[in-house]
């Protein structure tokens, strides 16, 4: 099992859709997750961290179930700049902060 | 406030080559990531640094990289005899000292390619 696996995608929306991405992380003793966004030839930027209980920053809901070593990523009324691949990010270790990265997930709205 | 920075942002070399990719992290940031992205792939974990020293070699593919990072700040990263399978975005990230974010900040890459 990969350490960290998203759907590669690709996802095409139109505009106003709501779109959901799914992530698994195999190692239960991950300590952060996040979700970072990488638009094409540019530097991935963080979207937003997720925690257990669940956060949400405006159009964006991001979900965690430890049990189930599963991440979720929501985007609601998707605009055409939401087009990018979304990048599912793990912790595996506090001490030295080394990320994980899944391959992303491609989404493009369509106007 | 300036963000972590890549020099050169392109590198075309030819194979059996030596380069060298410079990153100037955020000021004050104390960590300090490499990572290379390949064509359709995702991020593979190179190397990290506290500070001057290197607590995690583990993703150096072979010993034709290496690393060393100076003065706590700018941080340079040399292939020695360059393969073209070595061809990727090499990206480099830095985390400030405050140990309650994870977060890192990432510079626009060094895109190399190896003819």
């Known amino acids: 099992r990969k350490e960290v696996e998203q759907d590669p995608g690709p996802f095409n929306v139109p505009e106003g859709a709501t779109v959901a991405f799914n992530c698994t992380y195999s190692n239960s003793a991950s300590q952060s997750f996040f979700w970072y966004r990488q638009d094409c030839r540019k530097e991935p930027k963080l979207l937003m961290s997720v925690y257990s209980s669940g956060n949400e920053d405006g159009r964006f809901t991001a979900q965690l179930n430890r049990a189930s070593q599963y991440i979720s990523l929501l985007i609601r009324d998707s605009k055409l700049s939401d087009s990018a691949t979304y990048l599912c990010?793990?912790?595996?270790?506090?001490?030295?902060?080394?990320?994980?990265f899944g391959k992303g997930t491609l989404l493009t709205v369509n106007p | 406030g300036a963000g972590v920075s890549q020099s050169p942002s392109n590198k075309v070399t030819e194979k059996g080559k030596d380069v060298e990719l410079r990153c100037d992290p955020i000021?004050?940031?104390?960590?300090l990531y490499w990572y290379r992205q390949s064509l359709g792939q995702g991020l593979e974990f190179l190397i990290y640094f506290q500070g001057n020293s290197a607590p995690d070699k583990s993703g150096l593919p072979s010993d034709r990289f290496s690393a060393e990072r100076t003065g706590g700040s700018v941080s340079t990263l040399t292939i020695q005899r360059t393969q073209q399978e070595d061809s990727a975005v090499y990206l480099c990230a830095s985390s400030p000292p405050d140990r309650s974010t994870d977060t890192q900040y990432f510079g626009p890459g060094t895109r190399l390619t190896v003819l």
């Open positions: 000021s004050g940031h104390t960590a």
């Open positions: 990010v793990v912790n595996k270790e506090r001490s030295n902060y080394k990320l994980t």
